[in-house]
Structures are given as structure tokens and as C-alpha cells.
């Protein structure tokens, strides 16, 4: 995986921030209350918390760039990243873009990633040298403000999961698919729901795949694992 210039943060940080504090808990009752018999459980806390850090500040960035670079790009397509936050993944597949343009949308939660905001993101664009083929947006991805077969692939790492509801969800998947253009590709990583987002693809027509990303996107362990959703739009009909 090459450089990357720009700082990314860390996703939902709250999780993290609770396996320390657990993890401080079990050290301080082992050293000042003599219960030793925790050093299972502060183990466990302890790999949990290794893996989720190699997730969020590695492993993520390592599964997507074997996945963009296995497209079969032209250099000038539209893409979409529909949760960009600080651009991990937006920015990386701007850089195959030399004639095209990565469109990111958020809202921009920082409990969903910490120090989220459209001027981190920018900044991020500036320091990895893809500024001018990038566009940043605030926007709901239930109502995406973009008219019919405006993207030629659009992508989601860890975000739809957020949508409270299933008919929220379900709302996200039919605007991504409302965007995208006839043989375009669609391509969203999330740790659950993604079997909801594979029915509601081929409810849709569409010949949807899903697969897991291995043990690099593991959110602690195997049981918080991402999948990975894909689908191809179909062409439209020659006349």
C-alpha cells in the first residue's frame, strides 16, 4: 500500500475508547486488588482492541486499495462515496481518476468518526494531491441531490450501517442504485445489514454478490467482521 499523506482518524472512536478504559479497569483491579485471575479477560480486551486499531488505521485502507485497483478504470469515470467522512476511501479512488471527478457526501458526524468535518476532508484532498478532482458535499444519502445515472461507480465503507431503520436503509440502496448508470459498478463494505442491502439490490434486478474482507477489516474479532456488497447495473437494451 502506498503513503498516505492525509489524517483520517479513527472510526466510531468511542469503541475504542471504552475497550482502554475497560482494558485500564482490569489492570488496575490486578495490580491494586490482587485479582489476578483477570488477566484472561484484560488479554482478550487487549487483542480485541489491537485488531480494531489495525482495522480503522490499516487494514481498511489495504482491503479498498486491492478493491479500486482491481476496477477497470478509463481515468475519467464519476464516482460517489456515500459517507466519505474524512475521505479514507474517497480520496484513494480519486487518484485513479486524472480526467474524472470523486464526489464525497456526508453529514458529518464526528461520533462516527472522529474529527469528521468537510474542512478535514478538503484538507485531506489538498495533501494527497487530488483537490481538483474532488467535490464535497453535505448530504442525507436517503435524498441524494443528484438526477438519475449520474455515477459510473459508487462506493460506502462502513457508513449505511448508521441509518437507524431498515426502511431508511432500504432508502439509501434504491438512491444509490437511482444514481448509478447503466453498467456501473457499486461496491459497499459495512459490518452489518449488508444481507438486508444484497435483497433490497436484487429486489431491484440487480445480480448482487456479497463476500466477507477478511481478518484486516475485522472490528475486533470475526464476530464484527465487514462484508463487502457488489453489483453491476445492467446496460441499457440497444435500440
Known amino acids: ?45 487487549a487483542v480485541i482492541l489491537a485488531l480494531y486499531l489495525h482495522t480503522t488505521l490499516r487494514g481498511k485502507f489495504v482491503a479498498w486499495r486491492e478493491l479500486l ?6 481515468g475519467d469515470e464519476e464516482v460517489l462515496d456515500l459517507g466519505c467522512g474524512r475521505g479514507a476511501i474517497l ?18 458526524s464526528s461520533k462516527d468518526q472522529s474529527g469528521n468535518a468537510m474542512d478535514v476532508t478538503a484538507r485531506n484532498a489538498q495533501a494527497e494531491g487530488v483537490a481538483d478532482r474532488v467535490e464535497l458535499r453535505t448530504a442525507d444519502m436517503r435524498e441524494l441531490p443528484f438526477a438519475d445515472a449520474s455515477f459510473d461507480l459508487v462506493i460506502s465503507n462502513v457508513a449505511i450501517h448508521n441509518i437507524g431503520d431498515a426502511a431508511g436503509r432500504d432508502r439509501a440502496i434504491d438512491e444509490a442504485w437511482r444514481v448509478l448508470r447503466p453498467g456501473g459498478h457499486l461496491l459497499i ?17 440487480a445480480d448482487s454478490t456479497r463476500r466477507s474482507l477478511g481478518w484486516r477489516t475485522w472490528w475486533g474479532g470475526p464476530w464484527m467482521s ?9 446496460a441499457a437494451p440497444h435500440p
Do not use: E
Not at 194 to 202: D, G, K, V
Open 189 to 205: 463494505a459495512d459490518i452489518s445489514k449488508s444481507a438486508q442491502y444484497q435483497r433490497r439490490l436484487r429486489a431491484r434486478g
Open 1 to 45: 500500500m502506498s503513503r498516505r499523506n492525509g489524517s483520517y482518524g479513527i472510526d466510531a472512536p468511542y469503541v475504542p475508547a471504552l475497550m482502554g478504559a475497560g482494558l485500564l479497569v482490569c489492570l488496575g483491579l490486578m495490580a491494586f486488588a490482587h485479582m489476578s485471575g483477570l488477566w484472561i479477560t484484560a488479554a482478550l480486551i
Open 69 to 74: 485497483d482491481a476496477q477497470a478504470w478509463h
Open 91 to 108: 480520496l484513494m479512488a480519486a487518484g485513479h481518476l486524472p480526467h474524472g471527478r470523486a464526489t464525497g457526501v456526508d453529514i458529518w
Open 226 to 234: 465487514t462484508m463487502l456488497v457488489t453489483a453491476t447495473k445492467p
